[in-house]
Nanobody, 119 residues
């Protein structure tokens, strides 16, 4: 059983910063990818940023240069530093981990944390 617990969401003015953190418990295997996704009202969930165990990162185009994803492999945590926030960043942000085996991938999600950016 894998559990993900996010923290750090909230209300911030445009141009401000927030840091999201996610603590992951349980067996996640060595071959895994951690990431952050978001879902705005009326929209589909989208990838924000992902990071492999080896530190390879991938960002959604609109957050490049503003958001930074990082992870601590020893503690099984993943964080998202969000700078220069815009109203369009408003969404529920979900922590995610994909655990990869030879047979299949296992996808786990946190409960989500609200980020609201006021103009």
């Amino acid at each position: 059983q894998v559990q993900l617990v996010e923290s750090g969401g909230g209300l911030v003015q445009a141009g401000g910063s927030l840091t999201l953190s996610c603590a992951i418990s349980g067996t996640i295997f060595n071959n895994n990818i951690m990431g952050w996704y978001r879902q705005a009202p009326g929209k589909q969930r989208e990838m924000v940023a992902t990071i492999t165990r080896g530190g390879i990162v991938n960002y959604e185009d609109s957050v490049k240069g503003r958001f930074t994803i990082s992870r601590d492999n020893a503690k099984n945590t993943v964080s998202l530093q969000m700078n220069s926030l815009k109203p369009e960043d408003t969404a529920v942000y979900f922590c995610n981990v994909v655990r990869r085996t030879l047979a299949t991938d296992y996808n786990s999600w946190g409960q989500g944390t609200q980020v609201t950016v006021s103009s």
